[in-house]
């Protein structure tokens, strides 16, 4: 069997002990039996413990999905928001070359829509569009969030104007609910190829259904080992047989502890810029699943070594409220020497021969030091090389280590009642029809 990533708890050992974390873990088995059994809070929303096995009848239909938007078109904009569009960009952004977008080769590009309301990105979006021949996934669970359905308005227009109805038709794929919201009414209308969100699978959690593999696959990337690296996760997560083997469980003891000894912010670390959006997808799991009831750790992240340029002071010397999760990949796909000269200029002799990656190891081995010094608890999760299958393996252990800390915590980890209110707002200041006496009380707010 290929490796599993690691929890190395060993730089939290000063601020939380081994005895406690594997005790609170022990304790934890129960959560993962209400899991398993289906028995807790949300039992309603536990489609994706099972995806991995699930979605494989629909990978091959996913891959010629993708197949058939690369033969037909150079771009595909992924029009999405929130849990229908950070898992697809994560996976994409770590996986591909840095420069992807502007590198002329073969690649399919990926371009996103629908996750800002901003009429400058979109403009800007469809400047560039004009001169692409490009197909459209947009993905919508509910099929009415207002960022994606605007964006989708626009950019069908836009493509219906320049390839003509039939063969826009041709080039959009919608991913959402099998029956209820506009989008499925408008994809069945239209003509258009679909595939289905589980009801049982909430946004967040939906990375391994066509939401998160689709986009995946048009740009080019092997989903069969995602899938795979996900499938190896769930063997040792799910089971109940030691605490202390489970790496999900020992990294949600870890970070409850963390907390209950006062660390209310976990910022997840990467040394490599192609984690930005892992990163992103990251705080989306952790924060609507964890934060309600006045409870839950405030996700943050930070990439390194250019944030030991900003925030490094602060997570160094302020608030002592902080714990770093550090995603430390172990090897490079690339390899980069640095030059000795003749003339030590700009005096960096002593590196010369050594590789950029030791270089950045030395910088992750350094402040690791410096921030348990300075009283920063560091958990590090070891991923021996960013690869489809290691992807899929940090999909799957986020999203379990997060249902189960939520039942640590004791919130409903499927739940997201909060995000409504600024949506009710939003739609009473713009007149929607039925929030006439809501626009009132805020307009009078307003004056
Ligand atoms: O996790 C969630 O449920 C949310 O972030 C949703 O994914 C997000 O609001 C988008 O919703 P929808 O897929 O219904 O457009």
């Not at 992750?364 to 489809?388: F, M, R, S, W």
Request: proline fraction near 4%; charge should be negative; hydrophobic fraction near 40%.
């Amino acid at each position: 069997m290929k490796d599993i990533l690691n929890v190395n708890l060993k730089n939290a050992g000063a601020f939380i002990s081994d005895e406690e974390i594997f005790a609170l873990a022990q304790q934890s088995l129960r959560h993962l039996d209400s899991l398993n059994s289906g028995t807790g809070a949300g039992s309603d929303f536990l489609g994706w413990l099972s995806l991995p096995d699930d979605i494989i009848p629909q990978i091959d239909r996913i891959e010629k999905i993708a197949k058939h938007l690369r033969s037909v078109s150079d771009t595909t904009v992924v029009i999405g928001i929130g849990g229908s569009y950070l898992g697809a960009r994560a996976a994409i952004e770590a996986l591909s070359h840095s420069f992807a977008p502007i590198l002329k080769s073969k690649h399919h590009t990926v371009l996103y829509a629908g996750q800002n309301i901003c009429e400058d990105y979109l403009a800007d979006l469809m400047e560039v569009l004009d001169s692409r021949n490009y197909s459209i996934i947009v993905i919508s669970k509910s099929g009415t969030t207002t960022e994606p359905a605007i964006a989708f308005r626009i950019l069908k227009d836009h493509l219906e104007r320049k390839v003509g109805k039939a063969v826009a038709a041709d080039r959009i794929i919608a991913v959402t609910d099998k029956s209820k919201g506009a989008l499925r009414s408008l994809a069945e209308l239209n003509g258009y190829e679909t595939f289905v969100i589980p009801d049982n699978v909430g946004g967040r959690y939906s990375f391994l259904t066509p939401v998160g593999l689709l986009p995946v696959a048009v740009n080019g990337h092997d989903i069969k080992e995602i899938v795979k690296g996900a499938k190896a996760m769930q063997a040792v997560t799910r089971s109940n047989k030691t605490a202390s083997s489970n790496p999900a469980l020992l990294y949600a003891a870890a970070r409850n502890l963390l907390l209950q000894s006062g660390r209310s912010v976990e910022i997840l670390v990467s040394f490599t810029p192609r984690l930005h959006y892992l990163a992103e997808w990251w705080k989306q799991l952790f924060g609507e699943s964890e934060g309600k009831e006045g409870k839950g750790i405030f996700p943050a992240s930070v990439e390194y070594t250019t944030d030991l340029h900003s925030l490094g002071q602060y997570i160094q010397e302020g608030q002592r409220i902080i714990f770093e999760t550090m995603l430390s990949v172990r090897s490079q796909e690339k390899r980069i020497t640095i030059p000795k000269e003749t003339e030590d200029q700009d005096q960096l002799n002593f590196l010369a021969g050594k590789r950029l990656s030791e270089v950045n190891r030395s910088a992750e081995t350094g402040t690791v030091l410096a921030h348990t010094d300075g009283g920063v608890p560091v958990i590090t999760l070891e991923i021996p090389e960013l690869n489809e299958f290691y992807f899929g393996q940090i999909i799957y252990f986020f999203e379990i280590a997060c249902a189960l800390s939520g039942y640590i915590l004791d919130v409903n980890p499927f739940d997201q009642p909060g995000v409504e209110a600024y949506k009710n707002n939003m739609f009473a200041l713009l007149n929607k029809p039925g929030y006439e006496e809501a626009a009132k009380k805020l307009k009078a707010r307003l004056k």
